[in-house]
């Protein structure tokens, strides 16, 4: 029912406001229990977002946040096995768009939230949910909202849980088990706009350069010059680390020596699209506009291009790079855009937030062994609330392998049937730890 309601965000501001009303009647209709229920307080923010706070029977136990979003990101028919927004279910998947993002959230939490109230559940903490509405399109008229008015309100919080990773099956080449990420970081993003502007005139006589081909060089400069390698700065190689007895000879031996083989590994990284987002800030060309006419010599040219920016390194830092690349002072740039990286939240054994992640998933997944932090490469309502907290945790309980990576924001985006069962029952039991006043004592086994 919630993949049938197309609440496509377009762009910033522009969003399908029809559906997102829709979808607020929607959840009232199907989780009456969470509305009717007197300690939960619902609020709707910036119009279509949505905020639930949660009141515990214990007011010395510090808060805590789930987030998730209810917008999901346009999907033309093509390619589609199954309508996307018809939430057919096929062989044992539910296909449509949102069922990884991040609709599947929605409903767990609300699902989960549900079931525990109908049980005569009371939480001893108090926790809220944020569900934004305008995640996809930069988050301003639903969760900077949602921050603001908690901030206003004094709240703070002992940790956040979002939308941002998976248990990963089959992205490390030669890692054979599926291992549960938990991103601590998230990347930032500069969007900028390089420009070239000529005098206009008659194709005839054309002069040498016209702003396209200054751009163009430009831009391929851009391409052709990856940012700098940053392994080594970062959760990435912590992650290895924790991973290193998972591979078999001779990997394991060289990700145990990390000091020594460092150059091979940050190389080896390099290869996949995937892993090199992680080592370095990625530069993505995105948009080029040029020209008039056939017989005109265009006066403007305008590319932008989109970088995620590596947590090691800041926004001001990319920039000067960028210029140091193009090295053209007839190019000049204009940053649309820009968002730092997010600092790294804290997963010792004293992170209440890390900790109860990982309880949770030794008890649901019992088959998983390895929980090790890492980086999220996309970018998350969570950024809008750093204030709010330093424990800002990035995961799913779902599998993901490469090609369900790739239907996020692609083609038959689907979730298992049993994975969004598992996903209840990972929030299901998540609510409940969090209702411990200690940091619970991590059984996993060490590495
Ligand atoms: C917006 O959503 C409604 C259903 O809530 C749908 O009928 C309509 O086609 C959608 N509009 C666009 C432009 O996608
Ligand atoms: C965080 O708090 C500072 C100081 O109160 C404020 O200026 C800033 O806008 C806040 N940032 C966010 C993202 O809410
Ligand atoms: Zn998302």
């Known amino acids: 029912g919630a993949i ?3 609440t496509v965000s377009f762009n ?45 029977s214990d007011p010395s136990l510090q808060p805590y946040m789930l987030l998730a979003h209810i917008d999901v990101v346009p999907a033309p028919d093509q390619g589609w ?12 998947f539910i296909y449509g768009r949102g069922t990884l993002d991040n609709k599947n959230s929605v409903m767990a939490i609300l699902q989960a939230l549900e079931l525990l109230l109908i049980r005569n559940y009371i939480p001893r903490r108090s926790f ?20 603001a008015l908690l901030q206003a309100r004094g709240v703070q919080l002992a940790f956040i849980v979002d939308e941002g990773s998976f248990i990963l099956d089959g992205f490390i080449p030669s890692l054979k088990k599926p291992f549960a990420m938990v991103s601590v ?19 005839s006589a054309p002069p040498k350069e016209t702003s396209i081909g200054i751009l163009a060089a430009a831009v391929s400069r851009l391409e052709q010059t990856p940012m700098p390698n940053m392994f080594g700065s970062g959760p990435l190689k912590m992650t290895l680390q924790q991973l290193a007895n998972e591979f078999s000879f001779p990997a394991n031996v060289i990700f145990n020596n990390l000091w020594l083989f460092w150059p091979i590994v940050s190389r080896l990284m390099e290869r996949e699209d995937i892993t090199n987002a992680l080592v370095r800030t990625t530069t993505a060309v995105t948009m080029f506009n040029a020209g008039i006419k056939v017989n005109v010599i265009p006066p403007v040219a305008q590319a932008t291009v989109n970088f995620r920016i590596h947590p090691a390194q800041t926004v001001q830092e990319v920039l000067k790079l960028a ?6 002072d007839r190019v000049q740039f204009h940053v649309l855009e820009s968002f730092e990286p997010l600092p790294v939240s804290p997963f010792d054994d004293q992170a209440l ?24 490469i996309a970018q998350t309502d969570s950024r809008h609330y750093t204030n709010l907290t330093t424990g800002i945790y990035r995961f799913n309980p779902v599998y993901l392998q490469p090609q369900d990576f790739r239907s996020i924001h692609g083609i038959n985006e689907r979730i298992s049937v049993q994975a969004y069962e598992t996903q209840v029952k990972f929030i299901f039991e998540f609510i409940q730890n969090a209702d411990t006043e200690q940091r619970p004592v991590s059984h996993l086994h060490e590495l």
């Open 12 to 56: 910033p501001g522009e969003f399908n406001t029809t559906a997102l009303a829709a979808f607020g009647e929607y959840i009232h209709k199907v989780f009456p229990t969470v509305f009717r229920t007197s300690f939960i307080q619902h609020e709707v923010v910036g119009e279509y977002s949505h905020l639930f706070t949660v009141q515990g």
């Open 4 to 6: 049938q309601i197309p």
């Open 128 to 147: 809220f949910i944020a569900l934004g509405h305008d995640e996809e399109v930069s988050g301003a008229h639903g969760a900077q909202k949602i921050s």
């Open 353 to 376: 937030g890390y900790q109860l992640i990982r309880q949770t998933i030794q008890s649901v997944f019992p088959e998983i062994n390895i929980v090790a932090p890492g980086t999220c």
């Open 323 to 328: 210029k140091d690349i193009v090295v053209d």
């Open 81 to 92: 096995e199954v309508p996307p927004f018809s939430g057919l279910e096929r062989d044992g």
């Open 185 to 203: 970081s998230e990347k930032g993003s500069l969007n900028l706009m390089l420009e070239v502007n000529k005098t206009p005139g008659h194709s």
